[in-house]
Structures are given as C-alpha cells and as structure tokens.
C-alpha cells in the first residue's frame, strides 16, 4: 500500500497518469469479448444470476425465481446482463475523457460526446477495467438497471425490491443491500479492484464495509472455481479471493 501511495504522489508531481498495476487486467480490453469468455467458459457449467440466483441457459433464457415481480424495467425483466459490481462511473470518473471528453469523440452527425462512451474510445487503460471479468457478474436486467451506480450498504425495515429475491433498495438514500451470500464476493471484488487499479480508490465508508464483509462471509466452492477459470483466460490473480481458496486447500 505504502508503494502505491508513493507511485500516485510522483505520477502527481510529474503530471503524468499512473500505469496499471501488474496485477491487473492487461490482456481483455474488449467489454463483448469478457462478456463472452463469460458465458461460454466462466459460467458454462454455473449458469446462475448473482443476486436473485435465476437460471439461464446457454441462448441466455433465463427463468425467473417463483414469485419474482417488478413494475419497473419490465423490458429488461428477462434480459441477462452482466453487472459492474464495482460500478463503471465510480472508476470512469477518474478519466478525463469520461468528464470532459476527447478531440476523438465525435459521433457521425458531427456531435461531441463523453463518458463512458468516449472513455472506452480512447483509453486503453479504461478499456481494462471495464472489461475486467473479476468485477463482472451475471444479473437480471431489471436488477442490475435498479443497482445502477448506487452504493452498497445495509438496510434496516427496508423491504425487498423484488419479490422473490432478497435484494433491496432505498430510494431515500440511494444505497443498495445485497442478499447476504453474495456480500463475500461483492467484498473481494472491491478490494482487488482498488489493490491493482491506481485510478480506482475507495472511500473509507466502502473500505470499512468491505473488510468487514470479507471476514463475515468466507468463499464458496464457486467463488474459487470462478476465480480459478478467470486467472487462466485473464492472466491475473484476484489474491484476495486465491489465498482464501488457498486456505480451503484448493489448489490452481
């Protein structure tokens, strides 16, 4: 921590913008092909949503949990996505081609754009993150549209936003509530992503829940096997979630 803390004041000082850690993503740079890997290699032989734990088949079908309802997103209710867990604009934002644009980004009728758009145009480094398929999971595009870019939190007399699935949201606040069984996972995804990627840090709020999360909700078998198929394709370690695996005597 000390080394990056250091690297980020010097790429500071000398105006430049700090490299990617080895650890990182720096082989997947194409968000449709992680995406991809995803669905045939990663969740061929675990094909179910994170939050709601909805099936899906291979032509992306998915069956709905019994009693699963919204009045909201219903175009997006049997759509599978695949969600940021940390969200896009929460590491986007520390790009100046998503705040302010690029002299690249011109659509065909002439017109400037920026954001996530104009990142993913003309950043290789942003390209990185948002395709790497550590922070990638599968979701029901009615949950994942009302997850949206919104925190995660817990949530007192707060009912579930959907019924069937135990996945709640304050429109008051804005802070989501994960079901328990994916807080581990959701923790491990945090902490790599600010371990590796200089440009992404959390605020101590979300850092303070997230290692308590890590502790409270050990890995799965999943969470290693998919940690495992990740690390062949991608090249590189989520170590926070490997060295718990390492723990269960699961060997890579």
């Given at each position: 921590m000390a080394k990056k803390i250091a690297l980020m004041l010097l790429a500071i000082l000398l105006g430049a913008s700090l490299p990617t850690d080895p650890q990182a993503n720096q082989k997947i740079e194409s968000f449709n092909k992680a995406k991809n890997y995803l669905r045939k290699s990663i969740y061929n032989?675990?094909?179910e949503t994170f939050y709601c734990r909805a099936k899906f088949d291979e032509s992306n079908r998915i069956t709905l949990p019994d009693g699963f309802e919204t009045q909201k997103?219903?175009?997006r209710l049997h759509k599978l996505e695949w969600e940021h867990v940390v969200p896009a604009e929460h590491f986007g934002q520390a790009f100046i081609e998503w705040r302010q644009g690029h002299e690249d980004c011109i659509d065909s009728k002439g017109e400037f754009f920026k954001g996530r758009k104009c990142a993913e145009k003309t950043n290789q480094e942003f390209r990185f993150m948002l395709a790497d398929m550590y922070?990638?999971?599968p979701s029901i595009g009615a949950v994942n549209a009302v997850r949206s870019n919104h925190h995660y939190g817990?949530?007192?007399d707060?009912?579930?936003?959907?019924s069937g699935c135990e996945f709640k949201y304050d429109e008051q606040t804005d802070i989501v509530e994960p079901p328990e069984y994916t807080r581990g996972a959701i923790a491990r995804t945090y902490l790599y992503f600010d371990s590796v990627y200089p440009k992404y840090n959390m605020s101590s709020a979300t850092r303070q829940l997230m290692?308590?999360?890590d502790?409270?909700?050990?890995?799965?078998?999943?969470?290693?096997?998919?940690?495992?198929k990740i690390e062949k394709i991608q090249?590189?370690?989520n170590l926070f979630v490997k060295s718990q695996c390492a723990e269960l005597g699961m060997k890579w």
């Open positions: 032989n675990h094909r997103y219903k175009k922070n990638l999971y817990v949530l007192k707060i009912r579930p936003t959907f290692q308590a999360w502790k409270m909700y050990p890995v799965d078998t999943w969470e290693c096997e998919r940690a495992q090249g590189n370690e």
